[in-house]
């Protein structure tokens, strides 16, 4: 058994050295490091005295460029290592075997097991029969099996030589060692193998051609630093906001009235949970991750994505994360709260003598309004997208109050839905049904009374649902209203103005005002959307 070296860390090089004694250096220091990380060591050692790995441990050839700097430019050259192949796990259903060789190794092997199974047959043929054959009949058969041995040994032996016979540098016949036990080629403890090839340099690396590249080190070197400066981390750095910052600062970014009315907004999001609250994904304070998520949110200062990233001084992946984590808080809360007012929260909290014609009524107003999209290159997508009322291509959510003032924005739809369409199929109206039989007042069923636009013709949807509508009246072509018809119309638009704050509350994010754009997230814009409303 012969025993390798470890390859030893080169000196370093003198000043003024070539550039392929550079590469070459380079190339030696990976190999030595490569070496080390496969046998367990640190890649920075340079200590390999005694290090020794024996000729039947495997290895394996890997690619890897190396660079190195030469006058001023940035130099790269692919390089084949060969090195030992690293430990696994070990593992502790099935031991460790020896390894069998190659395809041409376990040829051989089978060609031995082969002899060996012959010999143990012939000998139990000449056992059953030796016992009834007379004397001369088992000489005759002895001779003929001797004769059939020797020409089987012949035969073997000629095949294993044309098998090898094209491995010059091998300097024995049989090479593997599982293959060498299994043919009886046991040496003793303290003699020196014959078998093993002798190669003084098994662990090598050879330069692979046409790979050397040539790369401006000044400019390399000034994208890293501008990578460096612009990724550089915010906690170096003091917080860029403070609880204590202005109201009016507040108001401008966030459009919350103040940092008192934000804090209490994080709280009821986070249900009181105050280690939730102070969870961070960046180097960014807690509070500068909810500042930096409202502040997207209303998208009226820093609306760009290169403006974030330089106010915030961290790069879009982890802007994208707080975004996405402080979203999944909100939409954890919209759905853990009930979707509706009680009846008993939206007659306290509403207006009695404004609204006393609707004392006993639960009454809530929907309509709908545009989110601009982009003109999508795609027909289909172009097409399922504009609006002729608009006159363009958006988005198309629907925007709902109760007379205390809860509003709700429900699922974004595309623009070419019609107002009926989006009201019988959108689900808000079996979500009403729903939530009416769950809420009872003394023990009754109070119905929603639906306030709806002309548009809608939503009288069946509702008669469906157990519920009420009340919509302005339609009539035929040039036929003019009747005196009742005029004043309920009148009643009903009257009664519906309030619908119009609330479309107007979900219009006063620029993100929704400015609407959709084509790098943007759709599951992203449409959570923000849906969380807008509380």
């Known amino acids: 058994i012969q025993f390798n070296r470890i390859p030893p860390a080169p000196p370093d ?46 290895t394996e050839t890997i690619h890897r460029r190396v660079y190195v700097e030469h006058d001023g430019m940035m130099i790269s050259k692919a390089f084949d290592f060969t090195v030992v192949v690293g430990a696994g796990v070990a593992s502790n259903i099935n031991p460790s075997q020896a390894s069998k060789g190659v395809g041409k190794d376990r040829l051989v092997q089978q060609q031995l097991n082969q002899l060996r199974d012959d010999e143990d ?41 044309e098998l090898t016979s094209n491995d010059s540098h091998h300097s024995s016949l049989i090479t593997c060692p599982a293959v060498e036990k299994s043919a009886g080629f046991v040496e003793g403890k303290n003699m020196t193998s014959n078998l093993a090839p002798n190669q003084k340099r098994r662990f090598r690396f050879v330069a692979v051609k046409n790979s050397l590249l040539h790369t401006s080190s000044k400019n390399a070197a000034s994208k890293r630093g501008e990578r460096k400066e612009k990724n550089a981390l915010s906690a170096e750095k003091p917080p860029t906001v403070l609880p204590s910052m202005a109201a009016s600062e507040v108001k401008r970014r966030t459009g919350f009235c103040d940092v008192s009315t934000l804090l209490a907004y994080v709280i009821v999001v986070c249900n009181g949970d105050f280690d939730r609250m102070r969870q961070k994904r960046t180097s960014l304070t807690w509070f500068e991750e909810w500042f930096l998520y409202f502040e997207w949110k209303y998208h009226i200062t820093n609306v760009r994505q290169q403006d974030m990233e330089v106010a915030w001084g961290i790069e879009k992946k982890l802007i994208t994360q707080v975004k996405d984590c402080k979203a999944a808080l909100e939409m954890a809360m919209l759905q853990s709260w009930p979707t509706f007012a009680s009846f008993e929260e939206d007659k306290e909290l509403r207006n009695p003598q404004k609204w006393a014609k609707y004392d006993k009524y639960r009454v809530i107003q929907w309509d709908m309004t545009n989110v601009p999209a982009p003109k999508f290159g795609d027909a ?26 809860w509003i709700l924005l429900w699922k974004l739809w595309t623009g070419a839905v019609e107002d009926g369409t989006y009201h019988s199929k959108a689900g808000y109206i ?58 309920h119309s009148g009643a009903v638009a009257r009664d519906r103005s309030g619908n119009e704050r609330g479309v107007r509350a979900m219009k006063r994010s620029g993100l929704f005002s400015r609407g959709f754009k084509e790098s943007m997230s759709a599951k992203r814009f449409s959570d923000a959307l849906l969380t807008w409303g509380l």
Do not use: W
């Open 430 to 487: 079996a979500a009403q049904k729903k939530f009416q039989e769950a809420d009872l007042v003394d023990g009754k069923v109070i119905k929603f009374h639906n306030i709806l636009d002309r548009g809608y013709r939503g009288n069946v949807t509702a008669f469906r649902a157990d519920q009420d509508c009340l919509q302005p009246p339609s009539s035929r072509s040039d036929m003019r209203f009747t005196g009742k018809q005029t004043i």
């Open 380 to 405: 289909s997508l172009y097409r399922a997208t504009y609006n002729q009322y608009y006159g363009e291509n958006c988005g198309k959510p629907g925007v709902g109050i109760q007379l205390c003032g």
């Open 13 to 58: 090089l003198p000043d003024g050295a070539s550039q392929d004694r550079k590469l070459t250096h380079r190339a030696k220091r990976e190999l030595h490091a490569e070496m080390m990380e496969r046998i367990g060591r640190s890649r920075r050692g340079d200590d390999t005295k005694g290090l020794r790995i024996c000729n039947c441990h495997p």
């Open 121 to 161: 047959t012939a000998r139990l043929q000449k056992e059953s029969t030796s016992c009834n054959a007379s004397p001369l009949e088992m000489a005759e058969r002895e001779n003929i099996r001797l004769k059939g041995e020797v020409a089987s040994a012949r035969l073997e032996m000629q095949r294993l030589a």
